[in-house]
């Protein structure tokens, strides 16, 4: 009798069930342990390479200035604006991006902190000094990156030496109308728009935050980027808004009516010039 005749017998005692069982049992192990591994493989390979994944909670290393800022948000700006700046649903945006320009302009005019919802944040006295301003710029320049402003010297001498040259006043003027004195007015006194909302006035504004509005396009100005005006080109709208900022006072055309250009200045005219025709010839008839 063969090995082969003689195991038969045996395989016959096994019923055709067990068998049937014990190899779907297999089977099932077998997919299971197949389905583990390929889930474990995908796992760390996406582990190993996706961005920032077995990175988020490692402490970033922050500068000096960075840290002193994060302590401010912590305690400043964390309500609205939300854990590493990613903003708060019906509260306040992400910050992520907007760069230290922005966050300077917002906290060096007192627009920021917010005391509450409003069509459009006003100007007011800053709770934060210069130099913390800076710093809770540089803590969301190093969480996001985004704009960034020059320094104030480099800034304030570039500036003067474009108010120093005809040339380039005029063609900062010329760059203000055409994109600034829809909104600010030629006088650079501000002017209403639309929705409770208007563009703020410029007399007393300085040479950073000037730069950085148009850096950064706060609330419903746009964005100029260096694109759409080179450096040299911001420098000289500037020096033409300072120009004529300084020059308010003086006034050589007489009263200066608020600066808001020639319909106020033709109405004053016409109602003071009528007022005199009439009261000269109801005179002159009361004399003859």
């Known amino acids: 009798m063969t090995s082969e005749q003689s195991k038969r017998p045996l395989a016959r005692l096994v019923p055709g069930g067990a068998r049937a069982a014990r190899g779907k049992l297999r089977r099932r192990l077998s997919a299971a342990v197949r389905l583990v591994a390929a ?5 760390g390979l996406y582990t190993a390479y996706a961005p920032g994944v077995g990175r988020a909670e490692e402490t970033v290393k ?6 002193n800022g994060k302590a401010i948000y912590e305690v400043s700006c964390i309500t609205c604006h939300g854990r590493n700046a990613q903003g708060v649903e019906n509260r306040g945006p992400s910050l992520i991006g907007v760069g230290s320009a922005a966050v300077e302009f917002q906290v060096n005019t007192g627009r920021m902190p917010l005391a509450r919802q409003e069509a459009q944040a ?10 913390q301003a800076a710093e809770l710029g540089a803590y969301i320049q190093e969480l996001g990156g985004g704009p960034q402003l020059p320094s104030a010297e480099s800034l304030d001498e570039q500036v003067k ?7 380039i006043l005029a063609h900062g003027g010329e760059l203000y109308r055409v994109n600034c004195s829809s909104c600010h007015a030629f006088s650079t006194g501000g002017g209403a728009l639309s929705s409770g909302k208007f563009a703020p006035s410029l007399q007393h504004s300085t040479n950073r935050d000037i730069y950085a509005a148009m850096l950064t396009g706060p609330q419903n100005m746009p964005v100029f980027g260096n694109n759409q005006l080179s450096p040299d080109d911001k420098a000289a709208i500037i020096a033409y808004i300072q120009d004529l900022n300084k020059n308010e006072a003086a006034d050589p055309g ?9 319909v106020p200045e033709g109405l004053v005219i016409f109602l003071v010039g009528i007022a005199a025709l009439v009261f000269a010839t109801l005179w002159i008839a009361g004399k003859s």
């Open 62 to 67: 922050l500068s000096d200035a960075a840290a």
């Open 161 to 167: 030496q474009a108010r120093g040259s005809d040339k």
């Open 254 to 262: 007489g009263w200066a009516l608020g600066r808001y250009g020639p």
């Open 39 to 43: 889930l474990t493989l995908a796992g």
């Open 122 to 131: 006003e100007r007011k006295t800053p709770q934060f000094d210069e130099s």
